[in-house]
């Protein structure tokens, strides 16, 4: 059996800055084609994402069969659109700067749109990727098998040579974290950076990340904080794990602020309903938050946790269990 | 059994099911492989093709989000190809978080930006009215002959401060682009507006408290907080690179409790919430305040040695007592400036140790045998009979009565206990900190919410303390720049106050009065005038207002009143220049425009505010089109300017700096610009200022360019050293207990001038936001995530990540009630004036309240109005600012001016259909 290579992110670091996407969007997707791709996209949840309603697109696999779902909409991805500059500024007429045409219901449309009655409102921010699914549905509904699973590190690719744009792999991923380049035809996606995981460098989300949130590294490792994270400590868990891909691609769940009571003191009541944390992260997120909180609790007493220590990463480069060589 | 123990195994067993899973779900595949085998990868070598690039070089963008995050950058084919943080940085202090990587997404478009639609690539003369948008391509040649003529016109007829040369802040957080500027400034005498109060930053309340408006340390201080209160400051989108501190210390088991009305990303990220009813700030504080008191959770001998808390207040005139009130006339001890306390040892009031008009200098605030009372009443016997005296601490309590939880609980919308609660975890936390951004001086009481920080900070021991006291910036030292700014002239810079220049030159009065009634513009008018005849600010009325260059700066944007500041003050110039890379609405209505390089294109270095690292800027590729960097165009402007006054004959203008005669001399401007050629290029420049600055490694500008960052001097805590760069003020009062450059000496929160006392201001208090009548709603702005100020709102792919247009923040209910749904414009109004954006519906916007990011252009709006169409405040300018002659409190540019405010103003919206065709409309700024 090969080997894993995974990421955690910590959702109670990440603030929405779309670093990560501006990096992954400069470093893989800048060509004519790829103007509505983010490999890596942040969306505010609750809400409808990136692809819009991409939960509602089915795929996956149910009871071990492979579903294949919609084909998510080009106009529920937004994208780039360039403006008028030369228009607005220097051709004489009064029209206002803007995109050159209207980008529609944009990747972050929802950034910031909190649900719920204020003040007890919630809302947190989801950055999502190519799970590199150990059981990949897009591999599975490939017809000319051009998605494949490399032996060394686990990546999912989709051989630019071998696709020819049947798209039936954006049908059955369930993340909708595949897309097609309708310049050249084929269907493309997150690489996890590999060309630079060989090189020992982390991928450029998560190197690039500021919030320092986002760890990587292979599953095996045990001495690793992936697998510290997800199978010791179990507070990292995969998104929707009912698709039953088995991603590769871990969350630490969100714990948001003290709620309110209906007189406006503070509530013990969880901000986020449990119920919606379960949608996302299945029924583990009960345990994983009740570790979360009783190590927060520890550190507020002054006594030592692991967990949190693990979380801080006090060394940047700690997040990184690949060797990490400069590159400059 | 350990979890290590239980994890391997149920990992084992796991990946044994996952590995069945496999086999048995691709074993047709993996039959069909054998018999055709598939090989895969061959293609993978385009990608790592892709990560491949010719040259790399360090740099950074060195602008006002004051980030200067060190960076990668990578070219490829000629061009920059992409940007990638350098990422490894150090700690400050044991036990903390590293700073890397940093960075942000508005530093990872640049590579993409600097070749962006937007960019200006050659000098541009109008061609058409102004702001029309027809432009003709001119020369360096033409463009600095024609701007030197007519500067060389307005500085002989009218005076150089008739020329306003604001420099922004597109430019100056790069050193030698700010030392050129500056060393322009002091050359020839414009008059330069000052940017901070300016923009509404400058926490004057900390000036009035501390001496010094900037107290701050490291941002690596955060994660030794205990306790912090994230005050009207949204550090997660605003501090995008630092702001993993703040996580960081939760998890370390600190409180993280942000107060702000909306739940801003900062609030979502915090372990608690608290959301006061906006611009009551002050009353929470205050509130805050009694509770302290009342718990008596005080460090009482850091109160008594560092605070005017237990100075002696007269309790007949309200005004402190002092050796004039002791000593007649004449007598060696009556000295206005000694203050006193009663000492509970020997039972007398005793001089309040370095007070004094000239204390001696070896005196320090340490008390020695003193035991300073801080609670009673007693008789002290003076020449004209005995008065009763009491203390700061005092009259402090008896103000906070009116303070109770309970009693402030309508006023800020929150309950009693949860103010109660925050309050205990504060003063029970060791340290706690208040981190403060600009937005509290923003409202134009903005300084009493800072003094009640204060007084929390000051009451629990925090001020100064490592992981407490109030955060706001640090601004590092800029002596090297100063010593090529005033090389061979001394200082003879002329720094206006920008909210004064445009009530002077702006219908600010005007407006004022019809927006918030007449009464209201003739109190502050009042107040004005009687401040400029007592001498304590000047009259900028008096200096006529012809030329502006606009270096890098964007006030069409931004202005308080902008509306009407554009249709005035703006358009009345004669003349307006704009150096700038990227086109904004200040470009658009300028008459030249000169393209400046990009970030990229140059050499430079930054230094960061709350990061100890010195960041070099260096050219990964030339400048595209004929874009220069600023020096460059300062030099060929000087070069101009000198021509003109040699072709003219024009001898050396008298002038007067400072009260003193000098003269300027023009035709010698360009060997003074360059230090009679000392300095060639930007280049000279930078090692000129690394070589002559303070706390500064010396290192060659080659050396710090392999690097990348090299760590300042004295900076390896979360508090800047002594011998640093950066301002040591505070803790060599906290620490070394140095007086405070304050009237008392100490950190002073009653301030017994007559205009205080007249306006009930004496002590931190709370007074309501003002509204404007018959508008209901509060609309609150914050600096943006997705953009430096007015800077990169127009990038692409930003844009596409926003709502592809301007947004506000708008509560359910409100939009409701009147018929808005998501997505939809609206129009913004109230009676100054109105703007069109896209209603953006959350429930996480307090009721009757809107919040809006700055910064969006004016030209990405219908009508070109953007939300200086409905901020009516240019002319609130409150009279305890205006005042002088007394100690501290003095009109000094920049640190104690006015503050331009943006907050105090209400509004309402409506829905806003678009008929027929999409266009701009007529443009809104023109007069007739």
Redesign the interface.
Known sequence: ?GKQVAMVMDL??C?????C???C????T?DEGQEYMLWNNVETRPGPGYPRDWEQDGGGFAD?QLQYGELPERSAH??????N??Q????????????KE??GY????D?????????N?Y??YLPRLCNHC??PACL?ACPV?AI?K?EQDGIV?V????CQGIRMCNRACPYDKVYFNYVIKKSQKC?F????V?QGVAP?CA??????LRFVGML?D?DGPI??LV???KVALPLHPEYGT?PNVFYVPPI???S?DE????SEDPRVPMDYLRYLFGPEVDAALITMHEE?E?????KASEL?DL???????SLFNIPDV??? | MSQVDIGRREFIQSSGVLAAGLSLRYGALSDAVAETPLVYGQWEDLMRQKWTWDSVVHGSRGVNCTGHCAFNIYVKNGIVWREEQQGEYGHSGEDTPDYGPRGCQKGLRQAKYMYGSQRILYPLKRAGKRGEGRWERISWDQATREIAGKFVDYAVEHGPESISFAMGTAMILKRAALAALFRFANLTGVSVPETFAGVGDLPIGAHMTLGMALPCDTMAAVFKSRCCLIWMCNPAATRIPDAHFFWEARYNGAEIITISPDFSPTAMRSSKWVNPKPGTDAALAMAMVHTILADRSIEWDYVREQTDLPFLVRTDNRKFLRGTDLYPSGHENADSNVFYLWDEATGSAVRAPATGEKPDENETLQLGRIKPALEGRWAVDTPDGQVEVTTVFELVKKLAEDYAPEKVSETTGLHPDVIREVARIFSSAKPAMIYAGYRSAKWLHGDKIQRAWLLMCALTGNTGREGGGMQTTQLPKADGVMKYAFAGTGPRLRVAALSLWDYAHANHKEVTAQVYGEEFAEYIDRHHRESVARGWIPDYAKTPWKMAIFAGLNPANWRASGKSWRETAFEDLETIVATTPDWSTTAMYADYVLPVAHHYERQDIALEGRTPYMQVIDRAVPPVGESADDWEIMARLARAIAKVAVERGIPPVDDHIYGRPIKRDFSTLEEQFTLDGQIGDTRDLVQFIIDNSFGLPKISFDELSAKGIVRVDDAEGTQFGKQSAYNYQLLASVVDKQPYKTLTARQQFYIDHDWFLKEGEQLPMHRDPISIKGYPLRMLMGHARHGVHSLYRDDSLLLSLQRGEPDIYVNRDDAQERGVADGELIRVFNSYGSFIANAHLTSGMQPGSLFMYHGWDPMMFRNRQNFGAVIPTGGLIKPTSLVGDYGHLNFKTPDNVPNQTFSDFTCDFERYSETGHESAGNTGLGRS
């Open positions: 059996m109670n670091k603030i929405g800055c779309q670093a996407t501006a990096a969007k400069s470093l893989w800048d071990g937004g994208g780039e659109i360039p403006l500059h030369e607005a500024f220097s051709s004489g007429t009064e029209i206002r700067l803007q995109q209207p980008m944009g990747a972050n449309q950034e910031d749109t909190s649900s719920g009655t204020y003040p409102n809302h947190f150990t059981k599975e098998r494949y490399r690719l051989d630019q040579d071998k690489i950076c590999f060309p630079r060989e450029a190197r690039q990340c500021p919030g320092r095996e045990e697998h510290k199978y010791q400590w088995d948001l602020p003290s309110f007189q406006g003191r503070f927060i520890r550190k507020k007493a002054g949190m979380l801080i990463a006090r060394e940047w480069k400069r590159v400059a």
